[in-house]
Antibody, heavy 119, light 110 residues
C-alpha cells in the first residue's frame, strides 16, 4: 500500500544538525513532489519545504530558509531534510507528505518523527 | 507567510451539520483555487479531506464538502458522526511556492 515512513528524529542541542529521512513505498515515487510539514507541541501545522518530483526545485518557509535543505534520491525512493543551526523553536513532529499530482494538496502523510532541540 | 484564520472550536450533535471557516487574503485563499482541508485525530497524522477547494479524494465520505467565497473557504460536514471528532486544518497555496496553514479548529461531537 501507499506509505511514507519518516526516521531520524531525536534530541539535539541548539546549534547542532540533524538529518531526517522519509522512505516511500507503494507508488511511483519519482513522479511526485514531496513536502515536509511540522507541528510544534500543542500547536498547528506549519509548512516547511517542498521539492519537485525530479529534485529540480526546492522552496522553503522563511522560518527555515538558509538553515534547512530538502533533497531526494529517486533511486532510493527517499526524501531528506537536512537541518542545521537548530533552534529551540524547531522542536516539533516532522511529517513528510506527498504532493497531489497536478495540484498543490498533500494526499499521503507519514506518521511523523519527533525532533527536540534542547540543551 | 501569515497563517489563515480559523475558529478555535466548533461543536455539533450527531446528525447535525457544522461548517468550519478559513479566512485568508487575496494573496492566498482568495487568490487561488488551491485550498485544502485536513483532519487530524488526537495523536495521529493529518489526512487529506478536500483539495482544490471542493474536490474529495477517493475514500472520503460525501458528507464532507468544501467551498469558497472571496477570501474565505469553508468545510461543511453533514450528518455529523462521533468519528468526525478531530482537529481540522485548512491550507492554501500563497504564491511564489509558499504554502500556509490555518491555526486549526477542534471539532467536538456532543
Amino acid at each position: 500500500q501507499v506509505q511514507l515512513v519518516e526516521s531520524g528524529g531525536g534530541v539535539v542541542q541548539p546549534g547542532k544538525s540533524l538529518r531526517l529521512s522519509c522512505a516511500a513505498s507503494g507508488f511511483t515515487f519519482r513522479s511526485y513532489g514531496m513536502f515536509w510539514v511540522r507541528q510544534a507541541p500543542g500547536k498547528g501545522l506549519e509548512w516547511v519545504a517542498v521539492i519537485w518530483f525530479d529534485g529540480s526545485n526546492m522552496y522553503y518557509a522563511d522560518s527555515v530558509k538558509g538553515r534547512f535543505t530538502m533533497s531526494r534520491d529517486n533511486s532510493k525512493n527517499t526524501v531528506y531534510l537536512q537541518m542545521n543551526s537548530l533552534r529551540a523553536e524547531d522542536t516539533a513532529v516532522y511529517y513528510c507528505a506527498r504532493k497531489v499530482a497536478g495540484t498543490y494538496g498533500m494526499d499521503v502523510w507519514g506518521q511523523g518523527t519527533t525532533v527536540t532541540v534542547s540543551s | 507567510q501569515s497563517a489563515l484564520t480559523q475558529p478555535r472550536s466548533v461543536s455539533g450533535s450527531p446528525g447535525q451539520t457544522v461548517t468550519i471557516s478559513c479566512t485568508g487574503t487575496s494573496t492566498d485563499a482568495g487568490g487561488y483555487k488551491y485550498v485544502s482541508w485536513y483532519q487530524q485525530p488526537p495523536g495521529k497524522a493529518p489526512k487529506l479531506m478536500i483539495y482544490d477547494v471542493s474536490k474529495r479524494p477517493s475514500g472520503v465520505p460525501d458528507r464532507f464538502s468544501g467551498s469558497k467565497s472571496g477570501n474565505t473557504a469553508s468545510l461543511t460536514i453533514s450528518g455529523l458522526q462521533a468519528e468526525d471528532e478531530a482537529d481540522y486544518y485548512c491550507s492554501s497555496y500563497a504564491g511564489s511556492y509558499v504554502w500556509v496553514f490555518g491555526g486549526g479548529t477542534k471539532l467536538t461531537v456532543l
